[in-house]
């Protein structure tokens, strides 16, 4: 075990894409944690889906050795948290293991809404927070703009704050000797009954679960037998260690430690995020407090195209999950899909990057039907079937208009903190979505504004249009408030004048024709051209509302073939085909996946 | 067996900014060292795949009209002591209009080639530029006329849809070209190739191509005023009088085998498919180390064939004949075909289809790449090596 007082725990927090991961990466080679062969950009964001996309999804913490200018070695806990909104709850778990966090705040872009999001939240967990300005080697940076908008936003002192270049290795070990000096070291007990936060667990094929874990008091040994104080199951643990960024096996975690353990456990299920681990015998009496449970926000069906796939859907599911206990999903069955799973998500962002998961992963193919929430529906008595009531989970398996006597739809209160310059059009945006305005107080320059809002004009891209409004500047926040009658039609989508039912949506009578002409012009765009005309309709029943036309493609041809070099046509017909086998058909016309999300989009009103 | 042999030259002055053949610019080309990995390459050709007469030959680059007239002299001398030459052999050689490879056509003419295909490009002064050719109009003139004084049988390449281009600009091009009365006319249109200069300029927007509805009405005039002038299109981008189509090319679409030697050249022989070092310097340390330039060579499967012969027949206006396919493959030809499609693109005018022969439209023609894509069913194929 380390010295309490060579400790230092830390997050990196930030708005998306300001540097942390960029900042961890130099901190990790300034500590020798890896070579500079081992390294590689952004080495924290491993998952394929990272990569690619350039943004972290999963925290992740490691541990390095500094040696200080004090000539003494600490261990310091780094935590990479990411900055895009859908994955804050990451960011609230990290931020509860730490005594400080290193805000890291764009030289060029100053502050943004997740700067103030993710720092309020660490000022709530009484840290130190040292700003550390980065990018100061862009030829728009502004370092002295930006320490004084820290100064003035968020209100915390930015005179002493680093000034680095995460990219060219500025300032880096400035940063060490911040954390050192500024961050406190953790308190904890040694002695005390073993009290352990569960930060994180994941599912690792060669470990099985693992569990990340800040212990509080006592000390985590293997051979242990420990038990979860909520959860209530008892393990003995195999297997004690840390990430430096590599896995290394330790004798023990004491107090003020960040490391991981295993310990037999078959299910993630099991180690709940936020429990609290204590010893079997002579445990601690009293839990920590756990964490916020994340709540969904977004629902979709998932479906497998092909239906022999239902069961390897539901085992990928299963095992995606064990890695990401964020979203919720549970079985679903729809006449027009067959079996399939409703799933809640925190955004659209996660939603996305589930599907694609899913689909690239576990090389399943999905149709993902429009975002939405669940209707409750009354209906009358028919010549077969007595009156009942339905709850819809799927706007395919809408019921006949004429049986129906009412709907209701789920409603919530939302609040949104803004500046003051953007408080116009979001009131215009909420009014747009049936909003009912309840309450309107300021507070400094920001104002504090609550809306009743039906949760289905939530669902599809209320977060983001708010946030392209407010240029990132405004949060939200959301409770639901129960169900409530409304004049809800379903609308089908017609392409090539068939019927596609993962398209169909409900809407409000009010804003049918609206959104109808919205999604016929997207569709429009995210349909490729076909060798004919496509008709694109959006109809309410038998009545057509709204109506695009995608014109037949007219050439498309490789102009010269090369001697006798076929390969590479034959190359250029896989190609085209890969590309259609990502696509959906219905009546002759290849839909491309993204399409089912991008067509509800909606862009500037 | 094959009756057609290709030979890649693989050098050129310069690069072109649209060009991703297989070409190479170097300061120094040692003649004497190319010509002998040439006939060895030749050689060993004609020892495993070997069974004439052949019927066409084909100098392809790169720049063959940069190669020495004895080299040319001395590969078809031997390409006729091994293989034999048919009765009116078809020999074709590409040649660019710069004024050295003009006066060397007497030369090439006593060599053998008796079809010379000139890379021509734009009869226009500015075009010429824009494509970053080597040679100017008064070049490209001087070259076609000594050309059609000189050969027996000429034809010469455009490359329209160019940026900027009018319909009415190419229109008066053609026109221009037609007068040279050559009795073949390759008419390329302008496509933009990953990897090249073009494709760079594309990407930051320097370089603004013809939007595609555009594009199908250059295609569209070009077939019609070639036809007007007696110029029948043949294929997706040549045109010819009557009985004047180029042998060799047609062997290609046809699917008929071909032999190809030199750097990058492919071949078809009985099943068989090669593919030559593309890189110069490769391709001579190939022929040093192991007699031969052939880098892959390898048997492809029956679905394979079928799904190459519907690629390249399907460019000819004659389409393919699927009675001559089932006689080669089997049942393999009709699994390569989607019917239900096939009945489909039918319907659009797009396609016609009897029992033994399978062709495009002229409305279908300029959309070939997307047609096939719908009717041939082509999985990843896993192939076998020989
Ligand atoms: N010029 C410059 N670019 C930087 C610097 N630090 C990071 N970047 C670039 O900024 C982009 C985002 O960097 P990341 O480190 O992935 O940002 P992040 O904050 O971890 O992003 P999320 O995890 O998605 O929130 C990358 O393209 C980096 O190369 C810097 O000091 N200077
Ligand atoms: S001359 Fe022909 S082969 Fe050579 S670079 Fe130009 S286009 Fe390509
Ligand atoms: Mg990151």
Known sequence: ?605 | MAQALYIHWPFCLSKCPYCDFNSHVRDRVDQAAWAEALLTDLRHEHAVGGQGPLRSVFFGGGTPSLMPPSTVAALLSEAERLWGFAERVEITLEANPSSVETRAFAELEAAGINRLSAGIQALDEAALRLLGRAHGLAEARAALDAACARFERVSFDLIYGRPGQTLDDWAAELSAAFAYGTEHLSLYQLTIEPGTRFATDARRGVLVMPDPDLQADFFALTRQLAADAGLRPYEISNHARAGCESRHNLTYWRYEDYHGVGPGAHGRRGGVATARHRKPENYLAAIRNSGHGIQEERRLIIDECVTEALLMGLRLTEGVDLGRLRRRFGAAVDGALDHRRMAHLQTLGLLRHTCDRLWLTEQGMPLLDAVLGEIVRCEPQRTVTA
């Not at chain 1, 935590?79 to 895009?84: A, E, F, S």
């Not at chain 1, 990290?94 to 809404?113: F, H, K, M, P, R």
């Not at chain 1, 690239?360 to 409750?376: C, F, G, K, Q």
């Open chain 1, 1 to 605: 075990m380390t010295e309490l007082s060579l400790i230092r725990n830390f997050s990196i927090i930030a708005h998306i894409d300001h540097g942390k991961s960029t900042l961890a990466d130099r901190l990790i080679q300034a500590c020798g944690g890896l070579t500079d062969r081992e390294m590689s950009e952004q080495v924290l964001d491993n998952m394929d889906i990272e990569r690619e996309r350039g943004i972290t999804i999963k925290a992740q913490t490691v541990r390095l050795n500094y040696t200080a200018r004090d000539g003494k070695t600490y261990a310091l806990n780094l935590m990479d948290t990411p900055g895009h909104v859908d994955f804050a709850y990451e960011v609230s778990r990290s931020l509860a293991a730490c005594e400080g966090a290193l805000l890291v705040v764009d030289a060029a872009q100053g502050v943004e809404a997740q700067t103030l999001a993710n720092v309020y939240q660490s000022i709530e967990h009484d840290h130190e927070i040292v700003p550390v300005i980065n990018k100061i080697d862009l030829p728009a940076a502004e370092p002295e703009k930006v320490k004084a908008e820290i100064e003035d936003i968020i209100g915390i002192d930015a005179s002493d704050a680093v000034l680095t270049s995460a990219k060219s290795g500025i300032g880096i070990e400035e940063v060490l000797e911040a954390v050192v000096a500024r961050i406190p070291p953790p308190k904890g007990d040694r002695d005390a009954p073993l009290r352990g936060m569960l930060v994180d667990s994941w599912y690792d094929p060669y470990l099985g679960v693992v569990i990340l874990v800040r212990v509080i008091d006592g000390v985590i040994r293997k051979g242990l037998n420990i038990r979860f104080m909520q959860g209530g199951t008892e393990h003995l643990v195999d297997r004690v260690g840390a990430f430096t960024p590599k896995r290394v096996d330790l004798p023990e975690i004491g107090p003020g430690e960040i490391g991981f353990i295993t310990a037999q456990i078959k299910e993630v299920e099991q180690a709940r995020v936020g429990d609290t681990i204590t010893t079997v015998k002579n445990g601690a009496a009293q839990a920590l407090p756990g964490y916020k449970e994340v709540q969904p926000v977004v629902f979709c069906g998932l479906f497998p195209v092909d239906a022999a796939d239902f069961e390897k859907l539901r085992e990928s599911i299963a095992k995606l999950r064990l890695n990401d206990a964020s979203f919720s999903y549970e079985m679903e069955s729809s006449a027009a899909l067959g079996f399939g799973f409703r799933c809640g998500f925190l955004g659209l962002l996660h939603l996305e990057i589930i599907q694609e998961r899913l689909s690239r992963e576990y090389d399943l193919d999905l149709i993902t039907t429009a975002p939405s929430v669940v209707y409750r529906i009354q209906l009358a008595a028919s010549r077969t079937e007595d009156a009942r009531e339905l709850y819809l989970h799927n706007p395919a398996d809408y019921p006949d208009v004429n049986r129906i006597l009412s709907i209701e739809e789920p409603w919530i209160k939302a609040t949104i903190y803004t500046p003051d310059e953007y408080l116009g059009s979001i009131l215009k945006l909420c009014q747009d979505r049936r909003g009912i305005q309840t309450g309107l107080t300021y507070v400094g320059g920001r104002a504090q504004v609550s809306y009743e809002l039906p949760l289905n004009e939530v669902v599809f891209d209320f977060y983001d249009r708010l946030k392209s409004i407010s240029r990132g500047y405004a949060s939200f926040d959301y409770e639901q408030i129960g169900l409530r009658e409304g004049d809800l039609v379903k609308m089908n989508i017609l392409v090539n004048n068939e019927p596609v039912d993962a398209l169909s949506l409900i809407v409000h009578r009010s804003v049918a024709e609206e959104r109808g002409r919205g999604m016929c012009e997207r569709l429009k765009d995210l349909i490729p051209r076909h060798l004919f005309k496509i008709p694109i309709q959006a109809a309410i029943g038998g009545k057509v509302i709204a109506r695009e036309t995608i014109a037949a493609l007219r050439k498309d041809v490789t102009a010269k073939c090369y001697g006798g070099d076929i390969t590479r046509k034959k190359k250029l017909l896989e190609k085209q085909k890969k590309g259609k086998a990502r696509m959906r058909e219905y009546g002759n016309v290849s839909i491309p996946q993204e399409a089912f999300i991008a067509a509800l989009r909606m862009g500037e009103p």
